[in-house]
């Protein structure tokens, strides 16, 4: 019901700065809580940022200050404004949304295909 799409990854040398974009489609207006991971090679995949429905956004340690989380609600697309890139972030990033209510109990689950983003020296 919920069709995730990122856009914007690419390469880019430390230092430099990217804007991945995440465009939902559906039923958008049930969705609580969007946000971005990511996973290395080798690595668990890790919660870059949030954003709730409210505005409230959550960060990685690791990307505190860098990285800003934000939303378009009239175009219903949360964007990624990453910033002094590090080697260490490079990886496939993932949008997801997430739906949760609690009566009736729903959970679900949208992930995008993802997009990578690869920082050099």
């Known amino acids: 019901q919920v069709q995730i799409v990122e856009s914007g990854g690419g390469s880019v040398q430390a230092g430099g700065s990217l804007r991945l974009s995440c465009a939902a489609s559906g039923s958008t207006s049930s969705i609580n809580v969007m946000g971005w991971y990511r996973q290395a090679p080798g690595k668990q995949r890790e919660l870059v940022a949030s954003i709730t429905n409210g505005g409230s956004t959550s960060y990685g340690d690791s990307v505190k200050g860098r990285f800003t989380i934000s939303r378009d609600n009239t175009k219903n697309i949360v964007y990624l404004q990453m910033n002094s890139l590090k080697p260490e972030d490079t990886a496939v990033y993932y949008c997801?949304?997430?739906?949760?209510?609690?009566?009736?109990?729903?959970?679900?689950?949208?992930w995008g295909q993802g997009t990578q983003v690869t920082v050099s020296l």
């Open positions: 997801n949304a997430k739906i949760i209510r609690i009566f009736p109990t729903q959970r679900n689950d949208y």
